[in-house]
């Protein structure tokens, strides 16, 4: 540094100009460094402090606008599953108290021909966030009807656990069977609007009436020319007899097919069995529940007529055989001995 100050300045002005250019320069040189050193290194260093933080900052931004997205997806995801949960908690009664599921179950046990002994609802049990209603049941008819009737039940909307079913055969004669029930109801706690995806529930089918299975009925082999137990009396015509040493079959005509029944065989669609034949008509007997109790309700087949006379019940003096007395009348029996 001495030295610097020791040179020649006045040599060096006086020199060629490239030398005085250099000189100058360097002057400048220093004063900037200088003046950077005093004044501007602070306001650099924040400004690139700042820009740094504004990276930052704009990275962050996009990252929550990321997670905003599936903040949104997740957001319906929750309402779908609420709905949902919502439809499935009205779906447990469907909108109805117990009454209506009584009324249900006399209408559809009445529409099968069953009969209820006891039907017994037992007090209900709070759970988490729905009420259980244990019911007990106990009904009779026969197994193709208790089963159809069990189907078509538990097909409705509000949801019904059968937690234990028996099955026992009372009567082998008609096949008349006892179930004992015990199912579980249930009930929100609330009321509840019906959901909109009741719209697209689609319509449930038919179920068939004819159960071509019976646990309970002994087995037997198929007859020759059909079974007439499903066809219906009115729909048979007797058209003659056959007899060989005392035992006698009836000729029974049903959509242009020819059948012989002998007596002990079934009839019509009401468990009907034949109890009689004779040369010019059929003596058919029916079950029915009448007055709290089973009786028989006599129908007869006559020869060459599709009526049929009955006794209503028991109690009933008056015996309707107007077709028996036409049968008589026209005198058209017919009678093939072996």
Request: glycine content about 10%.
């Amino acid at each position: 540094m001495n030295r610097l100050w020791h040179l020649d300045w006045q040599a060096l002005a006086g020199g060629s100009g490239v030398v005085r250019a250099m000189v100058c320069l360097s002057l400048v040189l220093m004063v900037a460094g200088m003046g950077y050193l005093v004044r501007l290194r602070d306001p650099v260093q924040g400004h690139v402090e700042s820009v740094r933080l504004q990276l930052q900052l704009q990275d962050e931004l996009e990252e929550r606008g990321a997670r905003l997205v599936e903040l949104g997806v997740e957001q319906q995801a929750l309402e779908h599953a609420r709905v949902l949960l919502q439809a499935a908690r009205w779906r447990l009664a469907a909108g109805e108290g117990m009454s209506e599921l009584l009324d249900q179950l006399a209408l559809s046990g009445h529409e099968h021909g069953l009969v209820f002994e006891r039907v017994e609802v037992k007090e209900a049990q709070q759970a988490s966030v729905y009420r259980v209603q244990p019911l007990e049941i106990a009904v009779s008819g026969q197994y193709p009807a208790l089963r159809l009737w069990l189907e078509q039940w538990l097909r409705q909307l509000r949801l019904l656990n059968v937690e234990r079913l028996t099955l026992v055969l009372k009567d082998e004669g008609i096949g008349r069977v006892d179930a004992q029930l015990r199912l579980h109801a249930y009930h929100p706690g609330e009321e509840l609007p019906v959901p909109a995806s009741l719209a697209d529930e689609p319509a449930q089918a038919i179920l068939s009436k004819k159960t071509a299975f019976d646990p309970f009925r002994a087995w037997s082999p198929p007859r020759e020319g059909g079974d007439l137990a499903h066809v219906p009396l009115a729909r048979l015509e007797m058209v003659g007899s056959l007899s060989r040493a005392g035992w006698r079959q009836a000729l029974l005509r049903s959509g242009g097919r020819l059948y012989r029944i002998a007596q002990g065989e079934r009839l019509g669609l009401e468990g009907g069995v034949v109890v009689a034949i004779e040369f010019d008509r059929v003596e058919v007997h029916e079950r029915f529940y009448i007055d709290g109790r089973w009786q028989a309700r006599p129908r007869y087949l006559v020869l060459g007529t599709r009526e049929q006379g009955e006794v209503r019940d028991e109690t009933d003096e008056r015996v309707e055989r107007r077709a028996i007395d036409a049968g008589a009348a026209d005198g058209a029996g017919r009678d093939v001995s072996g």
